[in-house]
């Protein structure tokens, strides 16, 4: 309390004085405005934890005054001070957002005791503050790596998706590629971060449990429900609840958050009144839904109805240089973490890394960098460092039969050089067709063509003027 600051706005020089006195006998600073103007030119050049403002001014109201703190900073708390007291006055200083009302003559002890809770409220408002920008930051957009094409239109996407703010979004894509850290991302830069963000794992609990953390259930309900319980979407009022592997979700409760999306409104289990919320839902899976809808175990119904906008997050193997780039980014993670002194990854970590098909995506290239760093005794992390797959050696993609292995006495390198020229020239340097061709992503194909400095001219194939091949 000893560092918190008030400011004073009050004509009166003699109440100013009193209150300075006291304030300043509990350690708290303070500052001083005689008039509406002078007060927030203060307010706006200076920070303060609390604003005693007078009602009458001589230049404005203090309304008017409180009003415009309000605009310029939300979280400061203001209490109002007059010798007029009504209720009219009371009532509309609340609705503008004071703190409190108090009356003058004032008793010091009791105004004291105001002003301690009025500072313990701005300490707990600029904590949910941090927290949020905090929560903000850490699951921002930028928190979401990739520079591939398709992680560049998935970023415009979900930027689009943050600003709607009501649109149920259905994520869809293998385990590891990141549905979880999108659905945060979606609801922290969105008009609910201020509101909660609730998380449940369809098939992390049974059937009856789900049901219950879902909804909720009155006392009695079952056996065990002693007490009435408020489910995740009711607590989530006016934030999100994302729903994982909803693709598992049992038949029964599929009708029942069907339901809800159509209605926006559910009942306990046990109970008889609806309740009504205001929620967003995401829900995400890593199984093939058109499959589970035609063998009957996802409703076909509750699929449009999530699938209000759909996201398809790519695999890693997809994604040609956005593996070196979060391989880099979670190497600087793991050694600021692990306190050592890794300063990057080698060439042949990287093309280890490149080669690698990651059928565990993102979430498995972090669990080998972080491996990799901690058991590292250089300062940079090398192939021998990278323990990939379940032997630890490199998954190459199938090549076309059209494709013909040279004979033996050639290094993997110039193995892998070799079939990309094969590919290269017999597609007439059609990227696109090569890359199907070798089984990889054109943005792996572009990797190692640049790697291996295999343009149309050293290949002695013709381009036309636009670029592409003759």
């Not at 992680?151 to 979900?158: G, Y």
């Not at 829900?283 to 175990?297: C, H, M, P, Q």
């Not at 290094?411 to 094969?422: F, G, M, N, W």
Request: with cysteine.
């Amino acid at each position: 309390m000893s560092k918190a600051r008030i400011l004073i706005i009050e004509d009166e020089k003699l109440i100013r004085w009193s209150l300075r006195q006291r304030f300043q006998e509990e350690g708290l600073g303070v500052e001083e405005a005689e008039d509406g103007a002078s007060g927030l030119s203060m307010v706006g050049n200076q920070i303060f934890d609390l604003v005693m403002l007078d009602y009458k001014l001589p230049d404005m109201t203090g309304l008017d005054v409180l009003r415009q703190i309000r605009e310029h900073d939300g979280d400061i708390v203001v209490v109002m001070m007059t010798a007029f007291s009504s209720v009219e006055n009371a009532v509309e200083a609340m609705r503008l957002g004071a703190y409190d009302y108090v009356s003058k003559p004032f008793k010091m002890d009791e105004l004291m005791l105001t002003v301690v809770k009025a500072l313990q409220t701005t300490a707990l408002r600029r904590e949910v503050r941090d927290f949020r920008a905090q929560m903000k930051d850490k699951f921002g957009f930028s928190r979401i790596l990739g520079q591939c094409e398709s992680m560049t239109r998935l970023f415009a996407l979900i930027h689009d998706v943050a600003a709607s703010g009501t649109s149920t979004v259905f994520l869809r894509g293998e385990s590891g590629t990141g549905k979880d850290l999108v659905a945060r991302a979606v609801h922290y830069n969105s008009d609910r971060a201020a509101r909660p963000f609730m998380n449940i794992t369809c098939t992390a609990i049974t059937e009856t449990l789900l049901e219950s953390e879902l909804f909720g259930h009155e006392r009695g309900a079952f056996t065990d429900a002693r007490q009435q319980k408020k489910g995740l979407l009711e607590l989530a009022d006016g934030g999100t609840v994302f729903l994982d592997e909803v693709g598992d979700m049992p038949p029964t409760l599929q009708a029942k958050l069907l339901r809800f999306l159509e209605e926006k409104s559910f009942r306990r289990v046990g109970g008889v009144k609806d309740i009504e919320v205001d929620v967003r839902v995401i829900a995400a899976t890593n199984r093939d839904v058109n499959k589970l809808i035609s063998e009957g175990r996802f409703r076909e119904d509750l699929y449009f109805r999530l699938n209000v906008i759909g996201i398809d997050l790519p695999p890693l193997r997809e994604r040609g240089n956005d593996v070196r780039l979060i391989a880099e980014y979670f190497t600087d993670v793991y050694a600021r973490e692990f306190r050592k002194p890794i300063q990057s990854l080698t060439p042949d970590a990287i093309d280890k890394l490149m080669r690698y098909n990651w059928p565990g995506n993102v979430r498995e290239l972090r669990n080998t960098i972080e491996r990799a760093v901690l058991l590292s005794k250089g300062p940079d992390i090398t192939a021998q460092d990278l323990v990939v797959g379940q032997s630890n050696q490199t998954d190459t993609a199938p090549t076309s039969s059209l494709v013909k292995l040279p004979p033996g006495g050639m290094t993997l390198a110039e193995l892998e050089e070799d079939l990309i020229r094969q590919a290269l020239v017999a597609t007439h340097y059609n990227q696109t067709r090569a890359a199907k061709m070798l089984g990889i992503s054109r943005d792996q194909l572009k990797y190692r063509i640049d790697r291996y400095g295999l343009t149309p001219d050293k290949l002695n194939i013709e381009v036309g003027p636009s670029g592409a091949a003759s």
